[in-house]
């Protein structure tokens, strides 16, 4: 279980835009995080991950409690998170090709032996040609680079998979590809999810349950089938993902996510 216990987070510490944030993540669960642009989900995502040191809270795994963050986070500790970011053009190094992108987590983790065995498994997973491996970043589109990211989260066998707007620059019929690779990921290996976006209806559609940052009260939402879709935003997407992932059948579950006061900064 992965759980973020009251963060709070930010750039300045007069001004966190975190504020005593708690979010559980269950073996195996999806959850969304629902929250308009600069409302502090990414910032949160981050400190999930150990990317960002938060300045007060925990983030605890599995029962341990994380004792460092960025590269002075234990091995451990840090490989057991894979991340996608929103923009992969940011995210990736425009020196390499893709085979090195997706191999990249291999050799900082000590693992380079396991780069030739792999990197086409993944490649093939997600839908990349073995021809564009030998490219670099300028020479693919968003989509077939967001591909490559995707391979790089997964090529260390996470215990969670966080996703940060990760469809947001993708068409439809991209987005569902990719949707689809995570959902297989996480049947195959029990990780967890963390789906950050601000389409209600795509997250509705993906996770097993969506936290929603503007109310942060600790409301419950209600399964995908028994839930009322409050607006259409996404939608082409969220008829793709829905066909690719088929029907979900469950009983009732509860968010569980509360702060004391969402920033807008």
């Given amino acids: 279980m992965l759980e973020l216990r009251a963060i709070t987070a930010g750039y300045d510490r007069r001004s966190p835009v975190v504020r005593s944030a708690n979010l559980t993540i269950g073996p195996g669960e999806s959850v969304g995080l629902l929250g308009p642009s600069g409302c502090g989900k990414s910032t949160l ?18 029962g341990q409690q994380a004792r460092g963050w960025r590269h002075r986070a234990p091995r451990e500790q840090r490989t057991a998170f894979g991340v996608v970011f929103q923009q992969p053009r940011l995210s990736a190094d425009p020196r390499l090709t893709l085979t090195d992108l997706i191999s990249e987590p291999l050799r900082a983790a000590g693992r380079p032996s396991e780069a030739p065995a792999l990197v086409p498994e993944l490649a093939a997973r997600v839908g990349l040609g073995m021809d564009l491996l030998t ?11 967001q591909r490559a ?4 989260a997964l090529v260390l066998r996470p215990r969670w998979l966080i996703c940060d707007e990760m469809t947001a620059m993708l068409d439809a019929s991209t987005t569902a590809a990719l949707v689809h690779v995570v959902e297989e990921y996480r049947r195959r290996s029990g990780a967890g999810l963390l789906c950050v976006g601000h389409d209600r209806v795509l997250l509705d559609r993906w996770c097993d349950r969506t936290v929603t940052w503007a109310d942060c009260q600790g409301t419950g939402e209600a399964p995908h089938a028994r839930r009322a879709v409050a607006h259409v935003e996404g939608e082409a997407a969220a008829r793709e993902v829905h066909a690719a992932k088929g029907p979900r059948a469950g009983g009732d579950q509860r968010a569980d996510f509360r702060c004391g006061r969402a920033s807008t900064s």
């Fill in 149 to 152: 990211c995707l391979a790089r």
């Fill in 135 to 145: 490219r670099r970043p300028h020479e693919v589109s968003d989509g077939q680079l």
């Fill in 45 to 62: 995502a981050r400190v999930a991950a150990l990317l960002h040191r938060p300045d007060a809270g925990q983030v605890v795994m599995d």
